[in-house]
């Protein structure tokens, strides 16, 4: 309990790694640049993060504020996380640019952005409550895509009662985002939705919402 920097770091080639149980509160101490709880990097492959949570990590070195509960580069592969949260992140819950990446029964609340996904996800039960923004550079958001990918999310739950953070939030065009069973209790889901492309293979249900149908 308590640091600056990191929890894990998994760099170069590593792999075939399991990562259980492991709790890391920073507490919010302040001054590491890029300050990441879980961070997988170089071409790390093949590990499984599970029961798992990072959280209170404050990154405000730089205009935009980075700070990320778990965090995977571009030339990592084969990641799975699973029973695990990230709460009260000064950027991203889960900052996820690995290929072939699975989350399961993972929650993200508090995170100027809950879920930042940079490549092709599937995620399955997520659960993102209430984003808040901590400040620099940027806007709150439940979900964050990379536009010219491809997300699939199934049994999808959002708690997020606020005006101003993202539901869905893409900047880009050329990619897809397929919802498959979710939930919301955001009455605002038809103008907090920034994508490209959206398609809905099942139900959406919205409570306390005004209107009945999400999206087209």
């Known amino acids: 309990t308590g640091f600056a920097k990191g929890v894990i770091r998994l760099q170069y080639d590593t792999n075939d790694v399991l990562i259980d149980g492991v709790t890391g509160d920073s507490r919010f101490i302040d001054g590491a640049n890029f300050a990441i709880g879980v961070a997988l990097e170089g071409t790390t492959h ?10 209170n990590i404050r990154d405000t070195t ?18 799975r996380i699973e029973n ?5 992140n000064t950027d991203a819950g889960f900052d996820i640019k690995s290929k072939s990446t699975v ?4 929650e993200a609340e508090g995170n100027t952005r809950n879920f930042r996904f940079w490549s092709d996800v599937v995620a399955e039960n997520a659960v993102s409550k209430n984003p808040v923004y901590h400040g620099g550079i ?6 964050w895509i990379l536009g010219s990918n491809d997300v699939t999310l ?8 606020s005006s101003t ?3 869905f939030d893409s900047d880009r065009s050329g990619g897809s985002l397929v919802l498959n069973d979710v939930t919301t209790t955001n009455s605002n889901l038809l103008t907090r939705v920034r ?14 919402a005004s209107a009945g149908r999400a999206v087209d």
Not at 103 to 106: E, R
Not at 199 to 207: D, F, L, P, R
Request: aromatic share 10%; net charge negative.
């Open 103 to 106: 989350l399961v029964n993972v």
């Open 62 to 79: 730089n205009a935009y504020y980075n700070g990320d509960g778990f965090a995977t580069e571009g030339d990592v592969y084969n990641v």
């Open 154 to 161: 199934t049994n999808t739950t959002i708690q997020d009662n």
């Open 84 to 88: 695990s949260r990230a709460y009260n």
């Open 165 to 167: 953070s993202w539901l």
């Open 195 to 208: 994508l490209s492309d959206i398609e809905v293979t099942g139900a959406v249900e919205i409570h306390s």
């Open 138 to 143: 940027g806007s709150s958001s439940n979900f």
């Open 46 to 55: 093949d590990v499984v993060i599970r029961n798992t949570q990072m959280g």
